[in-house]
């Protein structure tokens, strides 16, 4: 922290983005800074010697909802999704992910913005966004005004650690389609219920209309270097009737997304064992969808 040279407290996008022009990629953002400071103190991470502290952007830490699309300030903590009535009503997945997420003092502090960024291939705050089919806004200063790309988030994630934000651009908000008839699940697995890093994490969204499953989304965390969805997965259940998924086919589909990933071993687990997990997690998903 001791080469910080000019430190910044933004108060609006637009300043943000400017102050982010005018350092030409030499800056370091802090939101939530749960995952920064750590990263920091191991080693992994330094501070840039322009230091802009976006914590102050109150535009940023908004949830809405407009033309059926919900909007989720970057600087939104994770603890306002868990709390948030539209959220538990329109994308019910995201607030049971919340539930799930650290501790309570860490979802204070950490938002979505920074669980994205940080792109963990263990983040559990990208797990049902990815099965929401979420898009981020990336903003950046151009010709004198605030310029937003779209992206979607299937394709932000680029490797640990690496997006596709440009050194230029603040992840400034996450949407996706409002979905209330949508049905969606969130399972994680690790040693411990709270303050534990994922060994894997599963999140199911699916329309379930007269009992048949359409636009069926299976993301997938901690079993690749990023966040993923298993396609071909999707394309087995997709169009599927609640009578179809019997035992048999359960354990075909067990099959299949087990053959679709490639985790690693280290000192959390072993390759064999994360696909078994995810295996047996996506199990009691289709058996909850019976229900």
Not at 11 to 20: G, H, I, M, R
Not at 57 to 65: N, Q
Not at 113 to 126: I, Q, R
Not at 157 to 179: R, W
Request: include cysteine; charged fraction near 20%; glycine fraction near 8%.
């Amino acid at each position: 922290m001791e080469n910080i040279e000019q430190y910044y407290t933004p108060s609006t996008l637009a300043e943000a983005v400017q102050l982010l022009a005018n350092c030409e990629g030499n800056a370091t953002l802090l939101a939530g800074g749960t995952d920064l400071m750590n990263q920091v103190n191991a080693g992994a991470k330094t501070i840039a010697t322009n230091f802009i502290n976006i914590k102050r952007i109150k535009e940023l830490s908004d949830i809405t909802i407009t033309d059926n699309k919900i909007r989720i300030g970057a600087l939104t903590s994770i603890t306002a999704i868990q709390q948030s009535e539209l959220i538990k009503e329109q994308a019910s997945i995201l607030s049971d992910t919340a539930d799930a997420f650290a501790s309570g003092q860490i979802r204070n502090s950490a938002t979505i913005g920074g669980n994205l960024c940080n792109a963990s291939p263990a983040g559990d705050g990208c797990i049902p966004l990815l099965a929401l089919d979420a898009v981020v806004g990336l903003s950046s200063f151009e010709n004198g005004e605030v310029k937003t790309r779209l992206l979607a988030l299937k394709d932000f994630f680029v490797g640990p650690g690496s997006t596709q934000c440009h050194t230029n651009e603040i992840l400034s908000f996450v949407e996706f389609d409002a979905k209330p008839e949508g049905i969606g699940f969130f399972e994680k697995f690790g040693t411990r219920p709270a303050l534990d890093i994922s060994i894997v994490s599963i999140g199911f969204h699916a329309s379930k209309n007269n009992k048949t499953l359409s636009n069926v989304r299976i993301a997938l965390g901690a079993v690749g270097p990023t966040p993923l969805r298993a396609y071909e997965t999707e394309k087995v259940i997709e169009n599927k009737t609640l009578n179809d998924l019997t035992p048999e086919f359960i354990t075909s589909v067990e099959e299949i997304i087990a053959q679709e990933i490639s985790p690693i071993s280290d000192v959390r687990g072993s390759d064999w064992y994360r696909k078994e997990m995810v295996s047996k997690l996506l199990k009691r998903i289709l058996n909850y969808v019976v229900r």
